[in-house]
Each structure stands twice: as structure tokens, then as C-alpha cells.
């Protein structure tokens, strides 16, 4: 059983830093990746990262957020740096199971930049 557990989220002002986490078990995961959702908006990417670290960015991060990997822990990370109002979303947690290629989501963890 696929389980996903997120962390880190919260409010910070403008020009701040949050870093979330997201452990992952019950499987060998080979993309796992950020996606968020802001109030009326769809769903986008943020940044993926694969088994061998080959990322992959939303232009609107890039340069600002940094993707990364545990493969020992099944954990990911997102720096996220100079954080801007349009930042703002829930952001969720996605992994792709390495056998059978199943995506699973994260609940979500809400993330605020206001001052």
C-alpha cells in the first residue's frame, strides 16, 4: 500500500524561503515530483525529479526552487526560495511507481506568501 506523507508547508512573507518534504512507501518510485493548485486554477507541475536526479521545472520556479531525492529514504524535497504572492497554492506530492507505472498524490499541504 502506496502511502505518502507531506510536510512543510505554512505562511511566509514575500522573498522567503519554505522547504517541503515527501516520504513515500509501500513501493520503489522512479518519477516522483511537486504539482500545485491555487484557488480556481488547475493543477500544474512545479518540478519532477527522477531515480537519477534528472530534473524537471515549471518556468515560473526555475532558478527560485530546487527539486532533490533520497532514493534510500523514498523522500523528496523542495527548497523553495524567494517566494512570491503568486506562489501561494496547496501543493501536492505525486509519485510514479517504478513497476506497473500507478501515480499516487499526496493530500496536499497549503502553502501562503503574504505579508
Known amino acids: 500500500q502506496v502511502q505518502l506523507v507531506e510536510s512543510g508547508g505554512g505562511l511566509v512573507q514575500p522573498g522567503g524561503s519554505l522547504r517541503l518534504s515527501c516520504a513515500a512507501s509501500?513501493?520503489?518510485?522512479?518519477?516522483m515530483g511537486w504539482h500545485r493548485q491555487a484557488l480556481g486554477q488547475q493543477r500544474e507541475l512545479v518540478a519532477e525529479?527522477?531515480?537519477?536526479?534528472?530534473?524537471n521545472y515549471a518556468d515560473s520556479v526555475k532558478g527560485r526552487f530546487t527539486i532533490s531525492r533520497d532514493n534510500a529514504k523514498n523522500t523528496i524535497y523542495l527548497q523553495m526560495n524567494s517566494l512570491k504572492p503568486e506562489d501561494t497554492a496547496v501543493y501536492y506530492c505525486?509519485?510514479?511507481?517504478?513497476?506497473?507505472?500507478?501515480?499516487?498524490w499526496g493530500q496536499g499541504t497549503q502553502v501562503t506568501v503574504s505579508s
Open positions: 505525486k509519485t510514479t511507481t517504478l513497476l506497473g507505472s500507478m501515480s499516487y
Open positions: 509501500g513501493s520503489t518510485f522512479s518519477i
Open positions: 525529479i527522477t531515480r537519477t536526479s534528472n530534473t
